[in-house]
């Protein structure tokens, strides 16, 4: 059970990205991961995803593991995709260049590969670049998805829609009994509004049935400093001194030394999930062409992997 990895408070979970479909990528990712030791995975509400991530943990050799999938908000910026005005645009090269996910080529965006982190959107000079939500109807996607097999499903409550976010959370509520994560930051609420949001958010729900996943800076990771990973670790304080009946996780801005500043802050975590930093440091080996038929390349990529996994489960 998800619940008995919670409890043993070293749980590592990757992030693929709730916005990212890109199936092979996907596979890789889980492949890699799992091999490492990860047990958990956040993936994309999309029913192929969950095929490709479940096939990748077969040919792991893995069956302790589990599924979340993500759901968002509108203009939640988990769900959103970059989009180019060609009329702005002077094929500069600046926005692929900062791409994490290679979405971009040649002033084009791969919808499937964008995870709507913005780092392009804040590169461009002409102004070219804006997004648009792509949140998924949930009468549509969930009936399938939890027919599928997941064993979480991750709300993202990012943002000031209380009618929207209300909503949304009784029909999850009401459609799905295992295990719900919230993903909520301090972005656009205060310290008192995050805390208020929570409690409404679990009130009726069983004890230990919800994890909080107290975000930093949502899509903010990629460099493995204390700077990057500190407001993951604030979030997560200001949920831990409520003492709910949660498990926390930490997220946004998470690397390897995640683990570490928790411990030295007092944060009691449940779990760590890691996304930007946990796909960038094996992207040169997912990119590789010889990635199934070279041994070494999944040697080498473990090498990278396996530390980050082991900050946390160990
Ligand atoms: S950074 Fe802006 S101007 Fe340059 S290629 Fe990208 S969209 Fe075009
Ligand atoms: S930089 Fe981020 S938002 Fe822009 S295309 Fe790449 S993944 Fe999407």
């Given amino acids: 059970m998800l619940k008995n ?22 596979k890789r990712l889980v492949y890699i991961y799992a091999i490492a030791g990860c047990r958990f995975f956040d993936l994309s509400a999309n029913e192929q995803v969950i095929s490709v991530a479940k096939e990748a943990l077969n040919l ?44 971009i080529h040649y002033a084009k965006v791969k919808k499937t590969k964008c995870i709507g982190c913005g780092r392009c959107w804040k590169v461009c000079s002409r102004a070219a670049i804006s997004y648009v939500s792509e949140e998924k109807d949930l009468k549509e996607v969930l009936p399938s998805i939890i027919e599928k097999g997941v064993d979480c499903i991750e709300f993202h409550a990012m943002g000031v829609d209380e009618e929207e976010i209300n909503s949304k959370w009784q029909y999850i509520n009401d459609n ?4 719900l994560s919230i993903c909520t930051s301090r972005g656009k609420l205060s310290d008192e509004g995050l805390v208020d949001r929570i409690k409404q958010m679990i009130n009726g729900r069983k004890p230990y049935t ?10 903010s990771g ?28 930490l997220s946004g801005g998470t690397n390897e030394k995640t683990a570490e500043l928790a411990k030295m802050c007092g944060i009691l975590y449940d779990g760590i999930a890691v996304g ?4 960038k440091i094996v992207k040169r080996f997912i990119d590789r062409s010889d990635f199934w038929s070279n ?16 900050s946390v489960i160990i």
Avoid: W
Wanted: net charge negative.
């Fill in 276 to 279: 930007s930093y946990a796909r």
């Fill in 210 to 219: 919800t994890i909080v996943q107290a975000d930093g800076f949502p899509m």
């Fill in 5 to 26: 990895l919670l409890d043993t408070k070293h749980c590592f979970k990757l992030v693929c990205g709730a916005g990212n479909e890109e199936v092979e990528d996907i």
């Fill in 222 to 249: 990629g460099d493995d400093d204390y700077k990057s990973t500190l407001q993951a670790v604030a979030t997560a304080e200001i949920v831990q001194n409520e003492k709910l009946p949660v498990y926390i996780m």
């Fill in 176 to 179: 799905f009994d295992g295990v």
């Fill in 60 to 103: 792991a050799r893995v069956e302790d593991a589990y599924l979340c999938v993500s759901v968002g908000i509108k203009n939640d910026p988990h769900v959103n995709k970059a989009i180019i005005d060609y009329d702005r645009c002077v094929n500069c090269g600046a926005c692929e260049a900062v791409c994490p996910q290679s979405a």
């Fill in 295 to 310: 041994s070494r390349v999944i040697e080498d990529a473990l090498e990278v992997a396996k530390p980050l996994v082991d």
